[in-house]
């Protein structure tokens, strides 16, 4: 479970970089995927960026170890992704 969350922290590091002025919707979707969706939600929103089988078994297993997470684990975490994505840091 400590892996989800710090790769949840990566993802938040990236998107708040700043070369990234705006965040792809669509990458939104995927976490939203990771964290609220059905491992086949979240395979469908990772597949139109054409992972290899590698990336694909890798989403797999994080997707598994994000579902092991309680809800109120989960809902924090987005709320925390929520916040940081609105915050002056990331602007």
Do not use: H, W
């Not at 669509?26 to 395979?43: C, D, K």
């Not at 297993?61 to 092991?68: I, R, S």
């Amino acid at each position: 479970m400590k892996l989800a969350i710090i790769v949840t922290l990566a993802i938040l590091a990236l998107c708040c970089s700043p070369a990234s002025a705006e965040i792809c919707q669509r990458f939104v979707g995927i976490v939203q995927a990771l964290y609220l969706g059905t491992p086949a939600n979240f395979e469908a929103a990772v597949e139109p960026f054409k992972p290899d089988a590698d990336m694909k078994a890798a989403a797999t297993q994080l997707k598994t170890l994000v579902d092991l997470l309680p809800k109120n684990t989960k809902d924090s975490i987005l709320k925390l992704m929520d916040k940081i994505v609105k915050s002056p840091l990331c602007a």
